[in-house]
C-alpha cells in the first residue's frame, strides 16, 4: 500500500486534497498493519460523485462526467492511496473506464470488476491497462468459454459463490482479494454495487464527491440500506470540503445502522 509521501508536500491541488484525507490515510496506514497481521478483509473506501439530488448519471447506460477538475484530480490521488480498485460490470459496459492514475503521481491500483456473468466486452479498455492485469470476479454462471477467451487475452477470472440474488458474494470477494495480498481496496460504482458493498456494512470510509447540480437521473441508492427498524447509515466525525466548486463529504461510515 502506498501511504502520503512526499509528492504530496509539494503544494499542488492533489496536496491540498490529500491533506484533508489525511484520516483517511492514517486509517489505510492502520488497516495495513491490521490486514498484513490478521489476514483481514481488505480495508473498503467508497468513493463516487452524485449531484446534490442524489443521482450519479443522467441516465441508464449513458456516460456522464459529473465532478470538477480537482474532484477529479482527488479521486485520482485516492486511487493511487490503495492496492485495488473495484467496479460493477454495468460501468465498465457504459463507461469503458481505464482505472489508472493519471492525473496525479502514484501507481496504479489493480482493477477489479463484479461481473457475475461475464459479460464483459472482449474490447475493453481495461483489457489494455499499462501494468495491471484486470480482476474479474464472477460466479458459477458464466460460461466456460469466456472465461478461457478473456484469459487467454490477458484477464485474471475468478469464480466465487453467488449471494441470494445470483450476483458474486462480497464476503468472498473481499476474502479472494484478501488472498491475494489486497490491503486497501477503493469501489467506484456504480449505482448497484455501491447499494450491495453499503447494505452489506462492508465500507469503513466514504468520500463523497457533491456536485452542485439537479439532475434526477439514476439515484445512488434505490431503496433503503437497512433493515426497516434500523434508521440509515451515517458517517462519524464527517468532515466537509470545498473542491473546485464540488463539496466533498467524508468520514468513517459509522452509525446506528453499521
Ligand atoms: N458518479 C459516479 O461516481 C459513478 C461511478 C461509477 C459508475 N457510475 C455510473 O453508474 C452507472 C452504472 O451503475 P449500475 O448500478 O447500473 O451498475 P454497476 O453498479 O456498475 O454494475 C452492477 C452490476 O454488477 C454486477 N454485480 C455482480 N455482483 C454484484 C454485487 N454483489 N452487487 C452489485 N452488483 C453486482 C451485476 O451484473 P451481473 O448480474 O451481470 O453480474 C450488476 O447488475 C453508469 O451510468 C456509470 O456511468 C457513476
Known amino acids: 500500500m502506498r501511504l502520503f509521501d512526499a509528492r504530496e508536500r509539494d503544494g499542488s491541488a492533489t496536496a491540498q486534497s490529500a491533506a484533508f484525507l489525511r484520516a483517511l490515510f492514517d486509517r489505510l496506514a492502520d488497516a495495513d498493519r491490521d490486514v498484513g497481521r490478521r489476514r483481514i478483509r481488505p480495508f473498503v473506501t467508497l468513493s463516487y460523485a452524485q449531484s446534490i439530488d442524489g443521482s450519479i448519471a443522467a ?3 449513458r456516460s456522464f462526467a459529473l465532478s470538477s477538475g480537482p474532484s477529479f484530480d ?4 485516492l486511487r493511487s492511496r490503495h492496492d485495488a480498485l473495484l467496479v460493477g460490470i454495468n460501468t465498465v459496459l457504459t463507461d469503458d473506464p481505464r482505472l489508472t492514475v493519471r492525473r496525479c503521481a502514484g501507481d496504479n491500483p489493480r482493477p477489479v470488476v463484479l461481473d457475475s456473468r461475464l459479460r464483459f466486452p472482449m474490447d475493453a479498455r ?3 491497462h499499462p501494468d495491471r ?8 454462471l458464466a460460461a466456460v468459454g469466456s472465461i478461457n477467451r478473456l484469459e487467454a487475452m490477458g484477464a485474471s477470472v475468478r469464480v466465487l459463490p453467488q449471494d441470494e440474488s445470483g450476483r458474486v458474494d462480497l464476503a ?12 486497501s481496496l477503493m469501489v467506484e460504482g456504480g449505482a448497484s454495487v455501491i447499494g450491495s458493498f453499503l447494505r452489506a456494512r462492508l465500507v469503513d470510509y466514504c468520500v463523497i464527491t457533491v456536485v452542485p447540480r439537479l439532475i434526477g437521473g439514476v439515484k ?3 431503496g433503503p440500506c437497512s433493515p426497516d427498524d434500523l434508521p440509515g447509515l451515517s458517517i462519524d466525525g464527517c468532515g466537509y470540503e470545498p473542491l473546485g466548486g464540488d463539496l466533498i463529504i467524508h468520514g468513517a461510515l459509522g452509525g446506528p445502522g453499521a
Do not use: E, K, N, Y
Not at 482527488?74 to 490521488?77: E, I, N, P, S
Not at 470477494?173 to 490491503?183: E, F, K, N, P, S
Open 133 to 140: 492485469r484486470v480482476l474479474l470476479l464472477t460466479t458459477g
Open 172 to 183: 468472498a470477494a473481499l476474502q479472494c482479494l484478501a488472498d491475494m495480498g489486497i490491503r
Open 220 to 222: 445512488v441508492l434505490d
Open 126 to 128: 481495461l483489457l489494455a
Open 59 to 61: 441516465r441508464p447506460s
Open 74 to 77: 482527488m479521486t485520482h490521488l
